[in-house]
């Protein structure tokens, strides 16, 4: 079973592969993440608490990432660090 995170996970990327995901017995949400502040913070999406805290990404085997580009960046740092590979569905970046 693969457990993912997925950044962006209230909007409508995030809860589309969150509810594709659901549908197959392979993978599994481990974390549901959302930018600090959002008014979704804390509330359940399927069976888990929506976070603002990246270091959650430790918790799985994969990042889905769907944010805006500095959000991206403050994650990919947090999934170089717990060595988790990371699939980018965020557009809008930089060369840099």
Excluded: Q, W
């Excluded at 993440?33 to 805290?53: A, Y």
């Excluded at 988790?84 to 930089?94: D, E, F, M, R």
């Amino acid at each position: 079973m693969i457990k993912l995170a997925v950044s962006g996970a209230c909007g409508k990327m995030g809860l589309r592969i969150i509810a594709l995901a659901g549908e197959e017995s392979d993978f599994k949400l481990t974390v549901a993440l959302e930018s600090k502040g959002h008014p979704d913070i804390g509330k359940p999406i399927s069976g888990i608490s929506v976070t603002d805290e990246p270091t959650f990404v430790k918790n799985s085997d994969c990042l889905i990432e769907f944010t805006s580009p500095s959000a991206t960046i403050e994650h990919l740092v947090c999934a170089v660090k717990y060595k988790k590979p990371v699939v980018i569905g965020t557009t809008g970046l930089s060369e840099e």
